[in-house]
């Protein structure tokens, strides 16, 4: 399902969470096709990209103290395993917090970005009294 935010009240009724969104598109006064993407990558993050990046630097960096030091003590295979599996859930985490400090990032700034167009459903003008007009725009006696 594709989600459209085209007014301030779509907007936050994203930021409630719909749970069969696919893809989100900007229109009306928040459209920007770099801002969409961003928006895209930030909401449906999973903290996967962090955290292979994460256990990749843990990998590398104990073969090669490994092969320098040899494979005993606090490099033992099975300690080896238990940095990736801390590595891989630290770098999610922190690939998750990212996603979602720059989530609030995008929303703040398409908030700021709409504020100068009125949502059209919730800033319809409230009914004046005598169809509006008061004071010295009523016509006066026929007028």
Request: charged share 20%; hydrophobic share 45%; net charge positive.
């Amino acid at each position: 399902m594709e989600y459209i935010v085209d007014s301030l009240a779509s907007l936050e009724q994203l930021r409630s969470g719909k749970p069969a969104i696919r893809r989100i598109r900007l229109t009306g006064p928040f459209a920007d096709e770099g801002t969409e993407r961003a928006l895209n990558r930030a909401y449906f993050a999973c903290g996967c990209e962090l955290g292979s990046v994460t256990v990749m630097a843990v990998l590398v960096a104990s073969v090669l103290l490994g092969l320098l030091r040899g494979f005993d003590g606090a490099l033992a295979w099975w300690c080896i395993l238990l940095y990736l599996a801390a590595a891989a859930l630290i770098g999610k985490a922190a690939g998750l917090t990212l996603a979602r400090l720059r989530l609030a990032q995008l929303y703040s700034w398409l908030k700021s970005r709409a504020a100068p167009f009125p949502d059209p459903i919730m800033s319809r003008p409230l009914p004046h009294e005598h169809d509006g007009l008061t004071g010295s725009d009523a016509p006066q006696n026929g007028t």
